[in-house]
Each structure stands twice: as C-alpha cells, then as structure tokens.
Nanobody
Framework: QVQLVESGGGSVQAGGSLRLSCAAS????????MAWFRQVPGKEREGVAK?????YYTDSVKGRFTISRNNTGNAVYLQMSSLKPEDTAVYYC?????????????????WGQGTQVTVSS
C-alpha cells in the first residue's frame, strides 16, 4: 500500500524559506515520478514541481523552488526560497509509476494529505 506523508509546512514572512518533505512507503521514489502540487480554496490544484529523470518547475516558482529526492529511495523534498504571499497554499506530494508526463492531477494516483504553507507580507 502506497503512503505519502508530507511535513515541513508552516508560516513564514515574505522572503523567507521553508523545506517540505515527503516520506514515501510502499513506493520507490527514486525510480518513479514524484511531484509537488498546491491548492488554494476555490482554485484548481496546480503542479509546482516534478522529478523523474530531470526536474520541471512551473514558471511562477522557477529560480525559487528546488525539488530533490533521497537516492536511498523513499523521500522527496521541496526547498522553497524567496517565498511570496501568493505561494500560500496547501502543498501536496504526489506520485505515479514511471514517467511524469503529463503533469496533471488526473495522472497521479497517489497523494499525501497535504501541508499548509502560509506566507505573510
């Protein structure tokens, strides 16, 4: 049974940093697609970053966020720097077997419970 558990969310002032972690069990994060999504109330869940053979970032976080994973197999991270109030959201870890494309919520069968990130101005 696949389980994804996020941690590391919290409140920070604009310009600050946070590091999110996602611990995976029943799934090998190092050889499959892992991703971070985020969602604010009333909006669609959007893909933020993904990692498989390489990494991909949505335009709004390029140069500020870094996705990485633990090569022993079962963790993925999202280092977030220069945070902005518009980064405020619930952040979700997601996983799928094999490649990441397409980068859409519908193609990820496994999800964590989410962790709140709040950035104040």
């Amino acid at each position: 049974q696949v389980q994804l558990v996020e941690s590391g969310g919290g409140s920070v002032q604009a310009g600050g940093s946070l590091r999110l972690s996602c611990a995976a069990s029943g799934f090998t994060a190092s050889s499959n697609c892992m991703a971070w999504f985020r969602q604010v109330p009333g909006k669609e869940r959007e893909g933020v970053a993904k990692i498989y053979a390489g990494t991909y970032y949505t335009d709004s976080v390029k140069g500020r966020f870094t996705i990485s994973r633990n090569n022993t197999g079962n963790a993925v991270y999202l280092q977030m720097s220069s945070l902005k109030p518009e980064d405020t959201a619930v952040y979700y870890c997601a996983a799928r077997v094999g490649v990441c494309a397409p980068f859409s919520r519908a193609y990820f069968p496994y999800w964590g419970q989410g962790t709140q990130v709040t950035v104040s101005s």
